[in-house]
């Protein structure tokens, strides 16, 4: 059972940078695609990003190209690195990983609880 944790999240104001990240509980999740979703209150969950195990693949969501990065190390971390943050990027950020690819139409296999981060304009 792989367990994700999320930290980093926090209020900052539109134009600001955050780094959000996730800790992964297993040694196999270094041969896991991991993805990053967010969910605005009142609206669906959508896909953010993903990055494939070795991290030479990654794919974004068309609203966050060229702000928001993804990376992973092999310590069992994922990153999200956020910039030139909107008040539209308010939302709760999951971390998420599957054995397979994670696109934005995926249902991967394994959820955290999220960490919340709030743009003020």
């Known amino acids: 059972q792989v367990q994700l944790v999320e930290s980093g999240g926090g209020l900052v104001q539109a134009g600001d940078s955050l780094t959000l990240a996730c800790a992964a509980s297993?040694?196999?999740?270094?041969?896991?695609?991991m993805a990053w979703f967010r969910q605005a209150a009142g609206k669906e969950r959508e896909f953010v990003a993903s990055i494939s195990p070795n991290g030479d693949s990654t794919d974004f969501a068309d609203s966050v190209k060229g702000r928001f990065g993804i990376s992973r190390n092999y310590a069992n971390k994922v990153y999200l690195e956020m910039h030139s943050l909107k008040t539209e990027d308010t939302a709760l950020y999951f971390c998420?990983?599957?054995?397979?690819?994670?696109?934005?139409?995926?249902?991967?296999?394994?959820w955290g609880h999220g960490t919340q981060v709030t743009v003020s304009s």
């Open positions: 297993e040694r196999t999740w270094l041969k896991y695609h």
């Open positions: 998420a990983t599957d054995a397979e690819y994670i696109t934005a139409a995926a249902h991967p296999h394994y």
